[in-house]
């Protein structure tokens, strides 16, 4: 167990809908990372906050946004879904924001378009 | 732009043999390289890191060996048992003030009993 939690496992709607996916990091841990894993696109790193302000940012759509909340969990938010956005999203944390922190990821949530 | 190549694809060996996965980084500037091991329906699992001021590091069966001036890093895993098989991801970062990491497309690991 990784101390990672996201939720929800799984998650299937309709093109053009809204989601949110949740993540709470392992305690002490300030930096959250979303990631998404597709078949053909391996793991794309999609962006970063740190204590409650973005850190980076990646390759995320415009449709797509997240924050981070003074709790330290972090949502991310998709919307006008596509079918190409299926996909696993995986959330991960690590203590600080820099290179060498190591990061711990959660299960993932398994987004489904129909 | 940051690319990371990894090889092979898939990887079959028996049980009882080594295992090496090998990848190239193409951003010179990058300085930490962690490997992660990913089973089914679960998450990414950190199994090894090396920073690039070590050229290898060992933990137990996976030891994790940097060339800086080539650009590549490899992980290797002996005595592997049938609990290994899973994808493995290689990954890379700059220093920076993000934690970024640029991933490998993955090897998918079988080891046979």
């Known amino acids: 167990d990784s101390g990672v939690t996201q939720t929800p496992k799984h998650l299937i709607t309709a093109t053009g809908q809204r989601v949110t996916l949740r993540c709470s990091p392992r305690?002490?841990?300030?930096?959250v990372y979303w990631y998404q894993q597709s078949l053909d696109q391996g793991l794309q790193f999609l962006i970063q906050y740190y204590n409650g302000e973005e850190r980076a940012k990646g390759n995320i759509l415009e449709r797509f946004s997240a924050q981070q909340f003074p709790d330290l969990h972090s949502e991310l938010n998709l919307s006008s879904l596509e079918l190409g956005d299926s996909a696993l999203y995986f959330c991960a944390s690590s203590v600080g924001g820099t290179g060498y922190q190591p990061q711990h990821f959660g299960d993932g949530t398994r987004l489904s378009i129909l | 732009g940051e690319n990371v190549e990894q090889h092979p694809s898939t990887l079959s060996v028996q049980e009882g043999d080594s295992a090496v996965i090998k990848c190239t980084y193409s951003?010179?500037?990058?300085?930490?390289f962690p490997w992660y091991k990913q089973e089914l329906g679960k998450g990414p699992q950190l199994i090894i890191d090396i920073r690039s001021n070590v050229g290898e590091k060992k933990d137990q069966r996976i030891a994790v060996t940097l060339n800086k001036t080539a650009k590549h890093f490899s992980l290797h895993i002996t005595e592997t048992q049938p609990e290994d098989s899973a994808v493995y991801f290689c990954a890379a970062s700059r220093p920076s003030n993000t934690g970024k990491l640029i991933f490998g497309q993955g090897t998918t690991l079988q080891v046979k009993p």
């Open positions: 305690s002490g841990d300030l930096s």
């Open positions: 951003d010179s500037a990058s300085n930490y």
